[in-house]
């Protein structure tokens, strides 16, 4: 071979392994700058102590709030020790899966004519056993349809399905419960409508309006339940979450211009334990904004993901329970904010050990409690927030 193409050869080779060095020292560089911004989250002085030992529940009533979590009827009706610390902490109780059309191994709604609501049944019993209140979630969402849905509904039956389906659901607990999720996730800013609105089969049959619609029909089944719009990403200063809350704001707006009978928006408050662009001034705007128009706000699946997070536990509860003060002293300083509700109670039970496991394949904890149903530092700090809140009125 000529020497000139073999210098070449090696010249091509020498570039392309410059190249890739020159990669992998950037990746490095980012990673160790993302790892030495998360250790500055950490501040190991910072104090997270607590007065007596009074419960979550009794801490968030003192200031006519309401502290509840998210079950499982798999769990509860199973785990005596879960179902004992969940009466004692919670005031109220959400399933985190048997009021959806179809989640877990005990759908709602098995078949287009069919119900079964043993679970959400089972779960009612345990709440008025326990002296919890009860609030239903989702009526109406773009997610966990069951199976049939797709080949079922459609553009001319899809009001009667929603109909029916709302009547049968919310009529069976009128009366009993605090509040419902109507509609869940019902905007995307990413799905290029001038509205915002998410693109769901709901919006493709019904037409935007469906929202107010759902709202409407629930209303007229338990005009004594509180109406609630639910959906996440309205936390932080960044560009996604601040489009995603201009698109709620203009929602509710829209809704209120309409008569419809919404009460309360909840704000899911899935945090993670690595953000950086908490900007407490700019959420307490939005929750005034949300409050202006008449509206109450829930905390509705406040978690705290620790997935990129230390591997050292005291240093990783440490940074979990700083996000949930910081979040918290700001929400319930907005006196429209009337309940905050963890979505699950113990490590042991959360859907984030599945959707954002750690990569070192260790334990998460986002949750109050650890496993073992032990109090954590996160437990403190949900504890020190409500000891901290303003009085509300009255309990809502
Ligand atoms: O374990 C059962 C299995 O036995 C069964 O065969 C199978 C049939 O589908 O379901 C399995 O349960 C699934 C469960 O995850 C455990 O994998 C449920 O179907 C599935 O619905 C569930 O995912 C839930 C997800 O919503 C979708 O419904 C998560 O647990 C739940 O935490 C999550 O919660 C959502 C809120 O509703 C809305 N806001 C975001 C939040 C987190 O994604």
Redesign the pocket.
């Known amino acids: 071979m000529a020497k000139k193409q073999l210098l070449t050869r090696r010249h091509i080779l020498w570039i392309g392994l410059g190249t890739l060095a020159g990669i992998a020292a950037v990746a490095q560089s980012k990673a160790m700058y993302k790892a030495q911004k998360i250790q500055s989250l950490y501040n190991p002085e910072r104090d997270f102590s607590v007065v007596e030992k009074a419960s979550l529940k009794e801490r968030a009533a003192a200031k006519g709030l309401i502290f509840g979590a998210a079950g499982r009827y798999r769990d509860l009706s199973s785990q005596t020790a879960l179902a004992t610390s969940f009466a004692q902490e919670c005031g109220m109780l959400v399933p985190?899966?048997e009021f959806?059309w179809s989640?877990?191994?005990r759908p709602l709604r098995p078949a287009p004519d069919k119900f079964d609501f043993s679970a959400t049944d089972w779960m009612a019993n345990f709440a008025q056993t326990n002296k919890l209140l009860y609030r239903g979630?989702?009526l109406v969402w773009g997610?966990?349809l069951p199976g049939w849905f797709k080949e079922t509904v459609n553009r001319q039956n899809a009001e009667q399905f929603l109909v029916n389906h709302i009547k049968t659901v919310v009529g069976r607990y009128a009366g009993q419960m605090h509040s419902w999720d109507v509609v869940?996730?019902a905007i995307e800013p990413f799905d290029e409508r001038s509205d915002g609105l998410r693109k769901t089969p709901w919006l493709e049959f019904l037409g935007p309006d469906y929202i107010d619609f759902a709202f409407r029909v629930a209303a007229k089944t338990d005009p004594k339940a509180m109406l609630v719009y639910n959906d996440?990403g309205l936390d932080y200063d960044n560009s996604k979450d601040e489009a995603r809350r201009t698109a709620v704001l203009k929602l509710l707006e829209r809704l209120k211009s309409k008569g419809t009978p919404i009460h309360a928006l909840g704000i899911?408050a899935?945090l993670w334990g690595d953000a950086t662009d908490f900007n407490p001034k700019k959420f307490r705007n939005f929750l005034r904004d949300v409050s202006s128009l008449g509206l109450k706000i829930l905390i509705t699946?406040l978690d705290v993901v620790d997935k990129n997070l230390p591997l050292d536990v005291d240093v990783r509860d440490r940074m979990v329970a700083s996000v949930y003060e910081d979040y918290l002293s700001a929400a319930l300083d907005e006196p429209a904010v009337i309940a905050v509700l963890t979505?699950g109670l113990s490590d042991g039970y959360t859907?984030i050990s599945?959707?954002h496991s750690r990569p070192d394949g260790t334990s998460v904890r986002p949750l109050p409690l650890d496993a073992a149903l032990k109090r954590k530092l996160a437990w403190n700090a949900i504890a020190r927030a409500f000891d901290k809140a303003p009085q509300r009125t009255a309990l809502n």
């Open positions: 985190e899966w959806k989640a877990g191994n979630h989702t997610l966990s869940n996730e996440y899911q899935h699946e979505w859907y599945e959707f």
